[in-house]
Nanobody
Framework: QVRLVESGGGLVQPGGSLRLSCVAS????????MSWYRQAPGKERELVAL???????NYADSMKGRFTISRDNAKNTVYLQMNSLKPEDSAVYYC?????????WGQGTQVTVSS
């Protein structure tokens, strides 16, 4: 059974940092592209960052220089380090695993940036 379990969300002040984690199970983690998406109320889900099996990464323009995605294949875990957080970063953050036409989602973790 495939599972993606996110953690690390919470309430943080503007300018603060959070690190999200997503632990995967039920598939060969190291062979899948892993991504973080987010969805704010009333908005569509958007890609935040992805990391391929090679370790190469891509980021949405608004996250470049502030967010860092990484993976630890030994721990079946993908991380999202978020720095210099802004109120507009508030959203539910979802972990995604993708291989060809197959894709899996986690349940999401809430990130709220507010003073």
């Amino acid at each position: 059974q495939v599972r993606l379990v996110e953690s690390g969300g919470g309430l943080v002040q503007p300018g603060g940092s959070l690190r999200l984690s997503c632990v995967a199970s039920g598939f060969t983690f190291s062979t899948w592209t892993m991504s973080w998406y987010r969805q704010a109320p009333g908005k569509e889900r958007e890609l935040v960052a992805l990391i391929k099996i090679s370790g190469s990464t891509n980021y949405a323009d608004s996250m470049k220089g502030r967010f860092t995605i990484s993976r630890d294949n030994a721990k079946n875990t993908v991380y999202l380090q978020m720095n210099s957080l802004k109120p507009e970063d508030s959203a539910v953050y979802y972990c995604n695993a993708r291989l060809l036409h197959a894709t899996y989602w986690g349940q999401g973790t809430q990130v709220t940036v507010s003073s």
